[in-house]
Every structure is written in structure tokens, then in C-alpha cells.
Antibody, heavy 122, light 111 residues
Framework: QVQLQESGPGLVTPSQTLSLTCTVS??????????WSWVRQHPAKGLEWIGY???????YYNPSLKSRLTISLDTSRTHFSLRLNSVTAADTAIYYC??????????????WGRGTLVTVSS | QSVLTQPPSVSGAPMQRITISCTGS?????????VHWYQQLPGTAPKLLIY???NRPSGVPDRFSGSKSGTSASLAITGLQAEDEAEYYC???????????FGGGTKLTVL
């Protein structure tokens, strides 16, 4: 059974870097069939795609976050990570990692982690 | 302001049928990209409900169905049950953004 689990600090100081890791169990990140993604949900708001990474390390970012964002795979290929620089209170949200099944005309999130709340505050 | 537009809320009595609309544009749904739907129960992560416009993952009841036409899509729920009370999101891909986009979400209340 494939599972995704987010981990990282629940509180980040403004202007610092938000770092999260998603641990993938029961599946290989090396599969060419999937992308590995981050999605966030601001309090009582909708969902926002942050970015995703392919097994070969190619990453794709939401243009609104691209200048502050890095998504990477770890060398063991059991984790992928998110780093968001220069955070403000507007980055306070629940952060989800998710698996994406993508092709020419379809891109959907077929598996989600439980999410982790990150609060940006001094 | 979400790229895909959904009604903020819908409601229905048990056993009734409701529909939730999702309106996009020529750079996403109208460009031929598939529409997918997610159910988010209170305090939980979203769950894939419909993929590829009309397909249900294993375990999703056939009371849930999806359709797509032009620049819009719809989610229908028949035989409404109390356990269906949740937030529902549509999602597609946008060629201008070069990435997935979501609707703003629709809160379903079962009366």
C-alpha cells in the first residue's frame, strides 16, 4: 500500500526558509509514470499547486512561487523535499505532498499525504 | 480568484440529486485537458473522486459521476447521503500556467 507522509517544522519565522520532506513508502519515486508534488491549502481556503518533480530530477513550479521555491529528490529516492525561501504570513497553510499521474491531456493527484500545518509567525 | 470557477455552496436533502459545476476557459478545460474531482471531508486530505472526466477510482460509489462539455464540467451525486457532506474541488491543467489548476471548492450540505 502506497503512503505519503509529510514532515517538518510546524512554525517558521518570517523571512526564513520553510523546509518540508515527504516520505514515500510502498512505491518507488523512480517510476516514470508519476510526478511527485506539493499542494498547499491556506486556512479555510482552496487548493494551490506548488510544484512537482519527476524521477529524473526535472522540477516544475507554479510561476507565482518559482522565485522562492526548490523541490528536490533525495539520493535514496524515498523522499522528496520542498524549500520555500523568504516566507511571510501569506505562506501559512496546510502543505500536502501528493502523487501525480500525468500525460498529454490529463494530470491528476491520485494519492495524498495527510498534510502538515505550517504557520509563519515570529 | 481561482482559475476554475465553482459555486461556493450547494445543498440537498437525503436521497436527492445534486450537481456541482466547474467552469474554465480555452487554456484549460476548453483546450481539451481532462477534469478531475476531489472530495475533502472535514479535517482530512483531499481524496480523488473522479478522474479523466468520467472515471471513478476503485471504491468510489457509482452515485458519483462526472461529465465534461466545452469549457465546463459537472459532478453529479445521486441518492445523497449525510456522509457526502464535504468540500468538492474540480481540477484540470492549464497551458498558460503550465501546471495543474483547481476550482475554489464547493461546500455540500446535506439538509
Amino acid at each position: 500500500q502506497v503512503q505519503l507522509q509529510e514532515s517538518g517544522p510546524g512554525l517558521v519565522t518570517p523571512s526564513q526558509t520553510l523546509s518540508l520532506t515527504c516520505t514515500v513508502s510502498g512505491a518507488s519515486i523512480n517510476s516514470p509514470n508519476y510526478y511527485w508534488s506539493w499542494v498547499r491549502q491556506h486556512p479555510a481556503k482552496g487548493l494551490e499547486w506548488i510544484g512537482y518533480i519527476f524521477f529524473n530530477g526535472n522540477a516544475y513550479y507554479n510561476p507565482s512561487l518559482k522565485s522562492r521555491l526548490t523541490i528536490s529528490l533525495d539520493t535514496s529516492r524515498t523522499h522528496f523535499s520542498l524549500r520555500l525561501n523568504s516566507v511571510t504570513a501569506a505562506d501559512t497553510a496546510i502543505y500536502y505532498c501528493a502523487r501525480v499521474f500525468g500525460g498529454d491531456l490529463f494530470w491528476y493527484f491520485d494519492l495524498w499525504g495527510r498534510g502538515t500545518l505550517v504557520t509563519v509567525s515570529s | 480568484q481561482s482559475v476554475l470557477t465553482q459555486p461556493p455552496s450547494v445543498s440537498g436533502a437525503p436521497m436527492q440529486r445534486i450537481t456541482i459545476s466547474c467552469t474554465g476557459s480555452s487554456s484549460n478545460i476548453g483546450a481539451g485537458y481532462d477534469v478531475h474531482w476531489y472530495q475533502q471531508l472535514p479535517g482530512t486530505a483531499p481524496k480523488l473522486l473522479i478522474y479523466g472526466n468520467i472515471n471513478r477510482p476503485s471504491g468510489v460509489p457509482d452515485r458519483f459521476s462526472g461529465s465534461k462539455s466545452g469549457t465546463s464540467a459537472s459532478l453529479a451525486i445521486t441518492g445523497l447521503q449525510a456522509e457526502d457532506e464535504a468540500e468538492y474541488y474540480c481540477q484540470s491543467y492549464d497551458s498558460s500556467l503550465s501546471g495543474p489548476v483547481f476550482g475554489g471548492g464547493t461546500k455540500l450540505t446535506v439538509l
